[in-house]
């Protein structure tokens, strides 16, 4: 029963382990691409301070740059802990194997002294010869046959588990070089994030002289930002009013006695087509897959009601996402479906809507627009190019995501970059 149990143990060990490595591959995979978009960050940041347009801006994308260097850091302390659970796993089995290998040596060298005193072929012959029957003597040539496959096998045992001891203790030596190195390069990070938290207070404080054009920039912008929100919820009820017009006539078409006609018709709820459902649920099954929509950034403003980053008693509204990208990107559709209207916001501003069922996305602050109302597209189809203030030198990228007019946090749509 004892031996039952330590297998199951090493049976479950074994599968634990496998788990481990899995684990250790994702975290490993998960922390490049954190380390790359540290870099991708230092870009940004770099070329916004080279054009010394806005403090605020160099403080948004360096607050960003700490976050993922705490995000690597927490990283690196899961792959640590994970690695040291599976060093305990093997060092028992190492322990396990050095104590079966005794046994088996022991064994071995009393078998091999019994089989020196009984070696003369006479005595063997002579064991099996003085069998009272024939039975017995089959008998006594078979266990001789038996006893010595059991000796060879003992053998073979004492040497793969030699080589399996051997594997054991090399992984071990591999997992010590890996680990210190884990550790030395956490502390690496550690020591730069301290770095960066002390350029950004300095900043902190060289921005409170300006706290009052700050505070009278944000309310404007958040004035402006309504102003869309506005515009944004018109055009979609516009689209679902319409939407609702034509499945309504089509339905009267059908239904010639029908009054579905002169029925009111819906601005806030969208009637779908059979194909519409699809799309729809296709979309919603999509939660938290959806690429972003645009191929590098980091979120710099997140969705709803949120304290500013500088001044906590000043209140930012945000009704979907910004998404901080580099001069030049492209956004792109996250989903299929049809462009349902093209905004113009400024002259300098444009703005795309997308319909997909009764979901809608919205890719503001567009330089360019590439595609047309009422076009197709596909998922990560380029529809624009996003603008680059010439204020801030900043390239922003404003993402909503609206189920018929009540917005959703884009944030849970996408996936984890």
């Known amino acids: 029963m004892p031996k039952f149990l330590l297998s199951l143990f090493f049976i479950c060990a074994s599968t634990f382990m496998w788990a481990q490595d899995s684990q250790q591959e994702k975290l490993e995979q998960r922390k490049a691409q954190i380390q790359q978009e540290i870099r991708d960050n230092e870009k940004m940041l770099q070329s916004v301070k080279k054009q010394e347009k806005s403090a605020v801006n160099v403080y948004m994308i360096q607050a960003n740059k700490i976050k993922l260097k705490e995000k690597l850091i927490h990283t690196t302390e899961r792959q640590d802990k994970l690695l040291s659970n599976d060093m305990y796993i093997n060092q028992v089995k190492v322990n ?17 002294l019994k089989s020196y005193k009984s070696r ?9 010869l003085s069998s009272e029957s024939f039975l017995q003597a089959y008998k006594r040539a078979q266990y001789l046959k038996q ?7 003992q053998g073979l045992e004492i040497q793969s588990k030699s080589a399996e001891l051997l594997d054991f203790n090399n992984k071990l030596d591999g997992q010590r070089k ?10 690496k990070e550690r020591v730069t994030l301290e770095v960066e938290k002390k350029e950004q207070q300095k900043l902190v404080n060289s921005l409170k002289k300006d706290k009052n054009k ?3 920039d944000t309310r404007s912008k958040q004035q402006e930002s309504k102003r869309i929100d506005k515009q944004i919820d018109r055009l979609i009820r516009e689209a679902i009013a319409e939407a609702n017009r034509k499945a309504a006539l089509e ?10 006609s002169t029925a009111p018709v819906s601005s806030s709820k969208i009637a779908l087509t059979p194909e519409g459902k699809i799309l729809a649920a296709d979309f919603k099954a999509n939660r938290g897959k959806l690429p972003w929509p645009v191929e590098k950034g980091f979120i710099s403003l997140e969705y709803g009601d949120q304290p500013h980053p500088l001044y906590p008693s000043l209140t930012v509204h945000n009704s979907g996402v910004e998404i901080t990208t580099e001069s030049g990107a492209n956004a792109r559709a996250v989903f299929e479906g049809e462009v349902s209207s093209i905004m113009v916001l400024s002259p300098i501003n444009r703005a795309v809507m997308i319909q997909h069922g009764d979901y809608f996305t919205v890719y503001q602050n567009l330089s360019q627009v590439f595609v047309n109302k009422g076009d197709k597209v596909n ?5 624009g190019k996003v603008r680059t203030s010439g204020d801030t030198g900043k390239t922003v990228i404003k993402f909503l995501i609206l189920q018929n007019t009540s917005n959703n946090n884009p944030e849970g ?5």
């Open 120 to 128: 003369s072929e006479q005595s063997r012959a002579m064991f099996i």
């Open 178 to 187: 890996v680990k210190k190195k884990i550790i030395a390069e956490n502390e």
């Open 147 to 153: 006893y010595t496959t059991f000796r060879k096998n």
């Open 413 to 417: 749509w996408l996936q984890n970059k």
């Open 379 to 383: 998922i990560k189809q380029s529809i």
């Open 214 to 216: 700050i505070i009278a």
């Open 96 to 112: 396990k194997l050095k104590k079966e290998l005794t046994i088996l040596k022991d064994d071995y060298a009393k078998m091999i």
């Open 251 to 260: 339905k009267a078409k059908e239904n010639p006695g029908s009054t579905a």
